[in-house]
C-alpha cells in the first residue's frame, strides 16, 4: 500500500508539471476576427479575417476591427468589446462575460461554459463534451517531440 501510494505521489507530480502553458480561450470578436488569451490573461495569438488591428505605445493590441480591447493595471486584458475578463486568486481567467472557465488539479482549463475537456496522463487533450459558447473556443498547442 505504502508503495502504490508512493507511485501515485510521484505521477501525480509528474502530471502536474507537464500541464500545458500553452492552453489558452479563444474569444471571438466580429467579422471573423478572434484573439486567444493565455489563461492569465495575456494575448498570445491574433486571428484577423478582417479589418485593422491597432496597438499602444507598449505594444499591446487595443482594437480588433471594430473590437476594443482593454486593460488592468497589471497588463492584464480586462476586457474584450462588452465582455470583462475576470480572474480568480491564483490569477486565472475564471469568467468572460457570462461564461465560467473551471480548472482541474493540474492547473489545466477542465470546463468553459457547459463544455468539459478530459485530458490523458500526460496532459494531451483526448476529448471534449459538450460544445463551447459560440463566442469562446478552447485552444491547445500541441508540442511535437523533438527528433
Known amino acids: 500500500m505504502r508503495k502504490l501510494l508512493l507511485w501515485f505521489?510521484?505521477?501525480?507530480?509528474?502530471?502536474?508539471?507537464?500541464?500545458?502553458?500553452?492552453?489558452a480561450i479563444e474569444v471571438f470578436t466580429s467579422d471573423g476576427n478572434s484573439v486567444s488569451?493565455?489563461?492569465?490573461?495575456?494575448i498570445f495569438y491574433l486571428n484577423m479575417a478582417s479589418g485593422a488591428a491597432v496597438y499602444d505605445s507598449s505594444s499591446r493590441i487595443i482594437q480588433v476591427g471594430n473590437v476594443a480591447i482593454t486593460y488592468s493595471g497589471v497588463n492584464r486584458v480586462s476586457k474584450i468589446g462588452n465582455d470583462s475578463i475576470n480572474y480568480d486568486a491564483s490569477n486565472r481567467i475564471n469568467k468572460i462575460g457570462d461564461i465560467k472557465i473551471a480548472y482541474d488539479f493540474a492547473?489545466?482549463?477542465?470546463?468553459?461554459?457547459?463544455?468539459?475537456?478530459?485530458?490523458?496522463?500526460?496532459?494531451?487533450?483526448?476529448?471534449?463534451?459538450?460544445?463551447?459558447?459560440?463566442?469562446?473556443?478552447?485552444?491547445?498547442?500541441?508540442?511535437?517531440?523533438?527528433?
Not at 475537456?117 to 511535437?144: C, H, M, W
Open 9 to 23: 505521489v510521484m505521477f501525480s507530480a509528474f502530471t502536474i508539471v507537464n500541464a500545458s502553458p500553452s492552453d
Open 37 to 42: 488569451l493565455s489563461t492569465a490573461g495575456k
Open 107 to 147: 492547473n489545466r482549463i477542465s470546463k468553459i461554459g457547459d463544455a468539459a475537456i478530459a485530458y490523458d496522463v500526460v496532459s494531451r487533450i483526448t476529448r471534449i463534451t459538450g460544445k463551447t459558447p459560440d463566442n469562446l473556443r478552447f485552444v491547445s498547442v500541441i508540442e511535437q517531440p523533438q527528433n
